[in-house]
């Protein structure tokens, strides 16, 4: 097991009496992690405490193996950031702009300057690196903002939303940027987003917070194998005639409030559902294939998070 590079202990932000983290335990080793969950979850406020650009209320947290309440400005040199908001300097060609970041973080301005120019080509900002930032397109402000967290070569990115704004195709052109950092250089990411598409494209840890809580830590993996094979049917009556043919075939069954039998068969396909229901004649309303795992997991636990009604 790697060493973890983030970890917390009962993390607690408060703003007066609404709790924005309540009691945020996670412990994540490197990889590409998603960071899960509904506007307003608390996702951005874990990521500024972590870099400790706000101060938590209570609790431990430790970044790459520092205390953060004590090594703030350490962390922040070895970790890459880009915010949800545009956070660029006014009248700043793209080229000048990421050298000032990467002087910002201790790097010499020749090296600065060299080391822009490498990640403005990574990024693919050809000859637009000249020109001022305020003539860029949605999509040209997202790739210069990646260019700056990963200047001076951090050992950790964090990504808050990095595809708004972007039509699909430059969302996944940014998404194979990101994928590469981990794939290819070896950076954790973070990738901050309300986008199940995102997260399911290019992540392997899964971390779904909502109201401030940690509802779901798990791999991508592990939550696709659970939830493989399902769907729900709508039969005409002999509701548990069904359900006890489907559990003979060792198929686990549930009956839904909405009168819909969920049945987890695992199969890569609905014909051996098929057959079992017209063996047993049952007069089959509807069959639904479940959403993919990571969707219905979503679903599932930010509403379990509000409770009844």
Same mark, same amino acid.
């Given at each position: 097991?790697?060493?973890?590079? #983030? ?12 709790? *924005? ?24 406020? @874990? ?5 400790? @650009?706000?101060?938590?209320? +209570? ?19 070895? &970790? ?17 702009? &990421? ?5 910002? +973080? ?13 990640? @403005? ?22 790739? @210069? ?10 050992? #950790? &990115? ?23 950092? %981990? ?46 094979? *399902? ?13 006890? *043919?489907?559990?003979?075939?060792? %198929? ?34 509807? #069959?639904?294939?479940?959403?993919? *795992? ?16």
């Amino acid at each position: 097991m790697s060493d973890p590079v #983030i970890e917390t202990q009962q993390l607690v932000k408060r703003y007066g009496r609404l709790a *924005a983290l309540d009691g945020v335990d996670i412990r994540l080793e490197p990889g590409a992690i998603g960071l899960l969950g509904p506007n307003g979850a608390g996702k951005s406020t @874990l990521i500024k405490c972590l870099l400790s @650009l706000q101060s938590f209320t +209570s609790g431990e947290a430790r970044l790459l193996g520092r205390p953060v309440r004590k090594e703030g400005r350490e962390i922040r040199r070895r &970790v890459g950031y880009t915010p949800e908001q545009d956070c660029h300097i006014p009248g700043m060609a793209g080229c000048e702009y &990421v050298t000032y970041c990467a002087q910002l +973080s201790g790097l010499p301005f020749r090296d600065a300057r060299q080391r822009a120019h490498e990640m @403005l080509d990574f990024v693919g900002m050809g000859q637009e690196r000249y020109r001022k930032i305020e003539t860029y397109s949605t999509g040209m402000r997202q790739r @210069l903002k990646l260019a700056q967290a990963i200047v001076h070569d951090p050992e #950790i &990115v964090f990504l808050d939303e990095p595809t708004n704004g972007l039509d699909p195709k430059g969302q996944g052109q940014i998404l194979d940027l990101i994928r590469g950092l %981990w794939e290819v250089h070896g950076i954790t990411v973070v990738l901050s987003t309300h986008l199940l598409h995102d997260v399911d494209r290019i992540c392997d840890q899964i971390l779904l917070l909502a109201q401030g809580r940690i509802l779901v830590h798990d791999t991508l993996e592990n939550l696709k194998a659970r939830r493989k094979g *399902a769907a729900e049917v709508a039969v005409n009556g002999r509701e548990q005639e069904t359900i006890t *043919a489907f559990e003979h075939q060792g %198929w686990a069954c549930e009956l839904q409030p909405n009168g819909r039998i969920r049945v987890e068969h695992g199969a890569g396909d609905l014909r051996p559902m098929l057959e079992v229901l017209r063996a047993e004649k049952a007069s089959l309303i509807e #069959i639904i294939p479940s959403p993919n *795992a990571l969707e219905e997991m979503y679903v599932q636990a930010v509403e379990n998070s509000h409770g009844p009604g």
